[in-house]
C-alpha cells in the first residue's frame, strides 16, 4: 500500500528537524536543547519511522562521527533518549536503532572526544578534548558562543580574510580560526595563547584539520601558512607582536574578568604603537552576560584612544549555539579611523 505525498511543507519541517539533530550531536550541545517536542509530533505521522532512520544517519552513523566520536556515554544516552521517543509511539520497533545502541553500549570510553562543526562548503572542523568535561551526556560540550558566533560572520566576509595574515588572540582550542583557515582563505593564521596544556591541544587540533605546522612544508596553494605562538599578554613585547605582521586580529570569548580585559588593551595598545603605518583591523567579540559585559572594554579603549564601532549581525546561522544569547562583534581601528 503506498503512503499519501508528504507535503512541501511537511519535508521542509523534516530536514530543518534532521539538520537540527545533526549540527547539535555532532557538536555535542547539551540533549535537552535538541529539539525533542518537534520530533515527537514527527513521529505520529505515517514517515516517523524513515525520519527516525534518517536521524540515526545524520548523527551516530553520520562519517564525521564514525571518524571522530563524539563520547561514548553522550552517544549512549543519545541514542537512549531517541529509543525511548520511539517507543512511546505505537509503531513496529526499529532494528536498526538497538543495535546502534548495542555497538555503543560495546565501545570502550576513549580519554578523548570530539565535537564537529559543519561548514557550507560540506568540510567540518572537529575539535579533540578530554572526556572528563563532558557531564553524563546532559550537559553537552556548551562552550564558545561568541567563538562560534564570530566564525558564522567571518564565513559570511570571507573577503575580510582573504590573502591576508590573521592573529588569534586568545585561541582556545581554535575553533574560529579553524573556520576561517578552512573557509576564507587567509594567506597565513596565527594561533596563539599561554596556557601549555592550551597550546598543546590547540597543536593537535590544527594537526586534527589537516594543517600542517612544519614551516619548510610545502603549502598548497589553498591552504594558509598555520602557526601556534606562545603569547602571554602580560609579558607582550612589542617586537613579537610586530613580528606576527598581522594585517587582521581577532579574539572571541576573552572578556571574562577586569584583570584579562585590562591586558587584552595593553596589548591591542601596543599592536597600535609598533604597527601605527599599517595597523591591523581588529574584530572581538563576546556573549552579553551581564549589563557590565563589554563596559569596561569600551571604556578602556576610549582612554587607549582605540576607535571602535558595533558589526551588524549577520544572517546566516550554522552551528549550534544558545538562541538567547546576545552576542557583540567590536570592530576596532587601531590607525584611529573609522571604519566605512
Request: aromatic share 8%; charged share 20%; glycine share 4%.
Amino acid at each position: 500500500m503506498l503512503r499519501p505525498a508528504m507535503a512541501p511543507e511537511d519535508h521542509e519541517g523534516a530536514a530543518s528537524l534532521l539538520q537540527s539533530f545533526e549540527r547539535r550531536f555532532l557538536a555535542a550541545r547539551a540533549l535537552p536543547s535538541f529539539p525533542w517536542q518537534s520530533l515527537e509530533e514527527k513521529l505520529k505521522e505515517p514517515s516517523g519511522s524513515e525520519l527516525l532512520l534518517a536521524i540515526l544517519q545524520k548523527t551516530v552513523k553520520h562519517p564525521v562521527c564514525v571518524q571522530h566520536l563524539p563520547s561514548v556515554r553522550y552517544a549512549r544516552c543519545f541514542l537512549s533518549k531517541l529509543i525511548k521517543k520511539h517507543e512511546a509511539v505505537p509503531t513496529e520497533p526499529l532494528d536498526a536503532l538497538y543495535e546502534a545502541l548495542a555497538e555503543v553500549l560495546m565501545a570502550k570510553e576513549s580519554t578523548q572526544c570530539h565535537r564537529s562543526y559543519l561548514l557550507p562548503s560540506g568540510d567540518s572542523v572537529t575539535l579533540s578534548e578530554s572526556t572528563a568535561i563532558v557531564s553524563h551526556g546532559t550537559t553537552g560540550l556548551v562552550t564558545w558562543d561568541a567563538a562560534l558566533y564570530l566564525a558564522e560572520w567571518a564565513i559570511e566576509n570571507p573577503a575580510t580574510f582573504a590573502n591576508r595574515t590573521v592573529l588569534e588572540l586568545g585561541s582556545g582550542a581554535g575553533l574560529t580560526g579553524l573556520a576561517i583557515c578552512k573557509a576564507c582563505h587567509p594567506r597565513a593564521f596565527i594561533f596563539s595563547d599561554c596556557h601549555g596544556q592550551v597550546l598543546a591541544q590547540l597543536r593537535g587540533n590544527v594537526l586534527l584539520n589537516g594543517f600542517s605546522l612544519e614551516p619548510h612544508t610545502p603549502i598548497d596553494s589553498r591552504s594558509p601558512r598555520v602557526t601556534v605562538a606562545e603569547l602571554d599578554w602580560d609579558k607582550a613585547a612589542a617586537s613579537q607582536l610586530s613580528a606576527f605582521q598581522a594585517d587582521i586580529v581577532i579574539a572571541a570569548d576573552v572578556l571574562y574578568c577586569r584583570e584579562v580585559t585590562l591586558s587584552l588593551v595593553r596589548v591591542l595598545k601596543m599592536l597600535t604603537d609598533c604597527q601605527r603605518k599599517n595597523a591591523p583591523d581588529v574584530y572581538v567579540a563576546y556573549t552579553v552576560r551581564s549589563q557590565d559585559t563589554g563596559k569596561l572594554f569600551v571604556t578602556e579603549l576610549d582612554r587607549a584612544e582605540i576607535s571602535w564601532e558595533q558589526v551588524p549581525p549577520h544572517t546566516g546561522k550554522l552551528f549550534p549555539y544558545e538562541e538567547h544569547s546576545a552576542i557583540v562583534i567590536l570592530k576596532l581601528m587601531l590607525n584611529g579611523q573609522h571604519g566605512v
